[in-house]
């Protein structure tokens, strides 16, 4: 991409870019698979997403409709080739379309991000509570390894209720043909337990063991375009009996058998305490981190443009908007349940302050105290913005999609962040109150 820049009057930077053919191409191809994502389609052997929104969905051109996604996956190449940060994503300026195998002129106007100061760059005092990981935690994961060994035996024979477990033999068919999916010469099934539709439970709850009963039920099924439709099931049902559910205790002669990986009972106890203390101990330092952050933005000064604030807006409203969409809900009963439109719109404003001013505030510490990043510090930020994908892999996406300048603000910010937290002044929550009664005892015993 070729980026040419010029400062302007009011500080802002004018960039007139010229992207290539094949930067067109592939910011295309993103949008492609961007929409498809969006839309739920379907991907189909040796066709192109664009042949499937035409054949789905009746798209005769679907570069018109990606159009405006695939310009501004532009942008943060030419910020990203002037090695910018701004302080709210630009959009871009264009006077025609955009067209595969051809350049694409354009034009952004960035505001660089100002370089704010500190009242003081002090170690900050916080307050924390206690690290710890309960007995009750751990032995509620070896509950839950217990339950996943637990076995079903014969119990005294009695009419199936609902919640009972019993061993059935079905023979199922459709139509007259044999469903080898639902047919077995035994089962253990459990009523009630939402595991098949109701008319099969209400046959199943009142027979006895040793009784036979044919019956038919309805159960969702999917015809051959792929829709949902009701299938009616022929069955014919033996209980053959009425089962128990034991769940194993973990002793080290179980452990022995099951998980020899482990020495003994205690030994996996510890097992689990490890690793509960780990992933509890990295939510510990990202609360003690936040706290921290919240700390240092107190010593912020200086004033935020209203750009800045509208951007910073509109980005959360956006996940707001994704979080309404998928818990199935409107935006507007989504606020409703938040407190209503003011208190939401008050609350939003409160958070929109905090989240950038403690962003500039860590940008101030990381330049005071001449911080310097490596790699280290690039790939943990990249495993702090998504943890299950290999951070090198997408230290790579990232870059190659011009975003580096985004990657390199969150790993100077955290990098900033844990130096921050390494100096602080840290009390633990209730050891000063313990402090403060044993010097008192003390001192009333002196005289």
Partial sequence: MKVTQRKLDDGKLRLECVATPVEVNEVLQNAYIQFAQQMGLRPEKDKTVAQVAEEQMGIKNLDSIVQEQAIEG????AIDKKNLTPAYPPKAEHDRAIARDREFAFTVVVLPKPNYELSSYEPVSITVQPFEVSEDEVQRHMDETAE??????ADDPHPVAKGDSVKVKLECSEDGKPMPGLTTEGRTYTTGAGYMPDGFDENIIGMNVGETKDFTFEGPSLDDDGNECTQKVECRATVLEIQKKVIPAITDEWVTKYMPMYKSADDF???IRESLEKQGR???DDYNRQLAASEL?????GSIADEVYEAMREQLMNNVRQTAQQQGKTLDAFIEEQGGQQQFGMM???QIRELLVQGFALDALFRHEHLVLNDDDINAACRAMNPQ???????QRLEQTGRGFMLREAA???????????HANIKIAGEQADADKAEADAADAAE
């Fill in 74 to 77: 532009l942008v943060p190449y």
């Fill in 148 to 153: 996943h060994y637990a076995e079903y035996v």
């Fill in 297 to 301: 933005a107190r010593r912020f000064q």
């Fill in 269 to 271: 106890r510890n097992s």
């Fill in 348 to 350: 939003m404003m409160m």
């Fill in 389 to 395: 994908v290999n951070p090198k892999m997408l230290r």
């Fill in 282 to 284: 990295e939510q510990y």
């Fill in 412 to 422: 100077e910010r955290l990098k900033a962040n844990n130096w921050l937290l390494e």
